[in-house]
């Protein structure tokens, strides 16, 4: 148990009296008080007496809590608490509040039928409140007698209406008071015109204890260095939000990250500017009126920056190239990660970090790697975590433990449930020695084989219904993710396949593996979509070699499948989808010693491009169906045709 009541309040009390004292211009204070006050160099009054308190306490009917009584045994009420405060109740002054500021009616009115006992009691703190505030900019302050800790103190609550934030609580008196001393500092930090420089022993000790900070962020002790860097911000010191923030954005924060003046800084902007950008494109909607208001006070052509890579960032162009070693690492890192390899990628930049070296004495950590959107990705709050443990620009440190890595071998990951235990279907196709660039020659069979940009499903799937007019029912190309599938093996990926229908399934694995060996696995063995189903088929120069379709609850197969293949072995009774699912790819893992990136797939972003149609044209006498739309969205036609023609796509 922790004994609050030691604590020196003269001490404290005086240092911020004098702290005052020295922040007023020549003229300009409130009234004869204050200019006394001011001259006193003492913000209290006298201390209050053992008798005055005791017929406080009388008065009230309840002893009051101990950092409070502490508090009047040194001034019976106090000047100035903060910035709103102007006089705290002593002796004489303090009383119940009983909603006098209808604040309890206003908060119980917001409660709804949910509302937990800790809400209620809180909105009811009114009522029962000790009122504090005598004098203020329509600030209450109140002492909870029924918000009590295990030393006898009492919960401090306050609010002010033009803040337009719920009622903030202290734990006791002296931290209520302490806050309004950093609100003081925070107020004075950024003296104005005519104002004395703020500058006294407390600045002077928060800003060594910023500069400490900063070196042992930089050798790997950010955790230290964060909670020295967010109390000097409390008391406004002017590096502590943008050091502080650098450490908060790696742990994957982003409310309220916004890099203080660091980031209309020249030196900093091209590092840090990509960030802010990135995460307003995310969230701005295409209202691009707000991006300013984060870069108060930077010139026009910082502006002009601003707004060049937020279109490189929507386009998905924008790169991430710091200079010297550590930039070297970084290009290698993201021509790892644009072919899945996140992983490797994270570990190539972990790796570089001792080579990294700040841009200015305000930079912690590499950061615009992150706004990259090839290599942003990478980012988790564990791999943020290692980072910021890594010792960096030439200083020395403790070894970082290393972070497990995002991508489970081989193949099975993908029988587990996705997101809210969604059930899925897939498709991919895999190509040994040829790399993933090489993909659309084999499998766009004339339709195009340039790769797309790098991007994330969501983004790939809105572009290529992009100025889509016609949709038929029997033309299906599929949209393929590309990337390497383990060593000497590459992957096209299609993880939101068309419904699977057997009789006109053409695998692909044929034109796939011309020269070489090719596989193709199209599981809807957990999907919604018709009954459960799952084909296999391996090529070899060419020529399917074989293959095996589960569907109707029959295997048809063709060719000599391996032993290990065998489909019985896994698709017999089929009482678990799941298991059999799992057994079948880990046995193709085993067979082809491939894998697929899982964090690139779900979270990351990849090369796409489409594929050529996955089921035949339609024969003689077969009925398709064709939907033309107009530009606008609105269905122009739609009809039903015979042929063996099988325009469109799906």
Same mark, same amino acid.
């Given at each position: 148990?922790?004994?609050? &009541? ?104 917001? !409660?709804?039928?949910? /509302? ?54 202290? /734990? ?18 950024? +003296? ?9 022993? &407390? ?22 260095? %964060? ?45 840090? !500017? ?33 707004? /060049? ?6 386009? =998905? ?62 980012? &988790? ?19 970082? %433990? ?80 590309? =990337? ?14 068309? +419904? ?46 074989? /293959? ?13 499948? +391996? ?72 269905? %122009? ?14």
């Amino acid at each position: 148990m922790t004994d609050i &009541t030691a604590f020196d309040w003269r001490a404290f009390l005086l240092g911020w009296s004098g702290e005052w004292a020295d922040s007023l211009p020549d003229q300009g204070t409130r009234g004869e008080d204050d200019a006394a006050a001011q001259r006193a160099r003492w913000l209290g009054f006298p201390p209050a007496s053992e008798e005055r308190i005791a017929a406080l306490e009388k008065r009230l009917g309840r002893r009051m809590p101990p950092s409070y009584r502490e508090f009047l045994e040194v001034s019976d009420g106090w000047r100035h608490a903060g910035g709103f405060v102007w006089l705290l109740a002593g002796t004489t002054d303090a009383r119940w509040h009983n909603d006098e500021s209808g604040l309890s009616d206003m908060f119980e009115e917001y !409660l709804d039928e949910d /509302a937990g006992p800790e809400e209620r009691q809180e909105a009811g703190v009114w009522r029962r409140g000790l009122q504090l505030d005598i004098d203020s900019d329509a600030t209450f302050v109140v002492m909870d007698p029924e918000d009590v800790d295990e030393n006898g103190e009492w919960a401090v609550y306050t609010w002010a209406s033009w803040r337009a934030a719920p009622p903030e609580r202290h /734990a006791n008196f002296r931290e209520f008071m302490r806050e309004m001393h950093r609100e003081f500092h925070n107020l004075r930090a950024r +003296p104005g015109d005519g104002e004395p420089v703020f500058a006294n022993d &407390t600045t002077r000790e928060l800003d060594a204890s910023v500069e400490d900070a900063r070196t042992e962020a930089l050798r790997g002790g950010w955790e230290r260095a %964060q909670e020295a860097l967010d109390e000097a911000k409390r008391y406004g010191r002017p590096r502590a939000a943008g050091l502080g923030d650098q450490i908060r954005r790696l742990l994957g924060q982003t409310y309220m990250v916004y890099f203080a003046d660091l980031v209309t800084d020249p030196r900093y902007a091209p590092e840090l !500017l990509p960030l802010l950008v990135a995460e307003h494109a995310e969230h701005s909607y295409r209202d691009d009126s707000t991006l300013t208001f984060q870069l108060r006070g930077a010139d026009e052509s910082l502006v002009a920056l601003a707004y /060049a890579t937020l279109e490189r960032v929507r386009n =998905g162009t924008y790169r991430y190239t710091p200079a010297g070693p550590f930039g070297e690492a970084v290009a290698r890192a993201r021509e790892l990660a644009r072919w899945g390899d996140t992983d490797g990628a994270w570990r190539l930049l972990r790796d570089a970090l001792p080579l990294w070296e700040p841009l200015g004495p305000d930079h912690l950590a590499p950061l615009g790697w992150m706004a990259d959107p090839v290599l942003g990705p990478l980012l &988790t709050p564990e791999r943020g975590r290692e980072l910021l443990s890594t010792p960096r620009a030439g200083l020395a440190g403790g070894e970082p %433990q290393p972070t497990v890595g995002l991508d489970p071998a081989g193949l099975a990951w993908l029988a587990e449930p996705g997101p809210g235990n969604h059930l899925t279907s897939y498709r991919f196709v895999l190509v040994e020695g040829v790399e993933p660039e090489d993909l659309p020659g084999r499998l766009a069979g004339g339709h195009g084989t340039a790769l797309d940009e790098p991007m994330t499903r969501g983004e790939a799937r809105r572009r290529s219904l992009e100025n889509r007019t016609e949709f038929s029912s029997y033309d299906d190309r599929a949209l393929m993710a590309v =990337g390497r599938a383990g060593t000497g093996w590459s992957f096209a990926f299609d993880g939101d396949p068309a +419904p699977f229908n057997g009789h006109r399934f053409v695998s692909p694995a044929a034109s796939a593996g011309a020269g070489t060996r090719a596989v193709v696995v199209w599981s809807g063995l957990r999907t919604h979509l018709g009954d459960p189903f799952f084909h296999l088929s391996v090529a070899r120069d060419g020529v399917e070699e074989y /293959a095996f379709t589960y569907t109707d609850g029959k295997v048809r197969s063709s060719g000599e499948i +391996p032993g290990a293949l065998t489909p019985s072995r896994f698709l017999g009774d089929l009482e678990d989808a799941a298991d059999a699912e799992r057994s079948l790819l880990e046995a193709v893992t085993e067979e082809f010693g491939v894998c697929l990136p899982r964090h690139a797939i779900v979270n990351g972003r990849l090369h796409t491009f489409v594929s050529s149609s996955w089921t035949r044209p339609p024969g003689d006498g077969e009925s398709y169906a064709v939907i033309r739309m107009h530009w606008d969205g609105a269905r %122009q036609a739609g009809d039903e045709r015979t042929g063996d023609d099988g325009r469109g796509s799906r």
